[in-house]
């Protein structure tokens, strides 16, 4: 199996800058598409971004030109680099990996690994 690992969330002020990070171990995952998601406290979890194995890139509309997607094959780490960041970016940030084959990037159920989270809380 693949195990995913978050680090780098903690507070940040509203501007301020912030990259998690996304360790996988178990497996190697440089053929596999990478995602990270979102949840805010009363809400469903949301997409943010996705890196396809070739290397294109999705975006949630309200990250676009502030977030960027990025991966590290040698080290086996996703990274996600959140510039300007707003007090509407605070949520657990989860990192996905998909091994289907579905195409739908910014769907749930399209991912079969998931970490265990680390919150991003944005102040003032």
């Known amino acids: 199996q693949v195990q995913l690992v978050e680090s780098g969330g903690g507070l940040v002020q509203a501007g301020g800058s912030l990259r998690l990070s996304c360790a996988a171990s178990?497996?190697?995952?440089?053929?596999?598409?990478m995602g990270w998601f979102r949840q805010a406290p009363g809400k469903e979890r949301e997409f943010v971004a996705a890196?396809?194995?070739?290397?294109?890139?999705y975006y949630l509309d309200s990250v676009k030109g502030r977030f960027t997607i990025s991966r590290d094959i040698a080290k086996n780490t996703v990274y996600l680099q959140m510039n300007s960041l707003k007090s509407e970016d605070t949520a657990v940030y989860y990192c996905?990996?998909?091994?289907?084959?579905?195409?739908?990037?910014?769907?749930?159920?399209?991912?079969?690994?998931w970490g265990q989270g680390t919150q991003v809380t944005i102040s003032s």
């Open positions: 996905a990996a998909k091994t289907s084959t579905s195409t739908y990037y910014s769907r749930i159920y399209s991912y079969n690994y």
């Open positions: 178990g497996r190697t995952f440089s053929g596999y598409d």
């Open positions: 890196i396809a194995w070739n290397g294109n890139t």
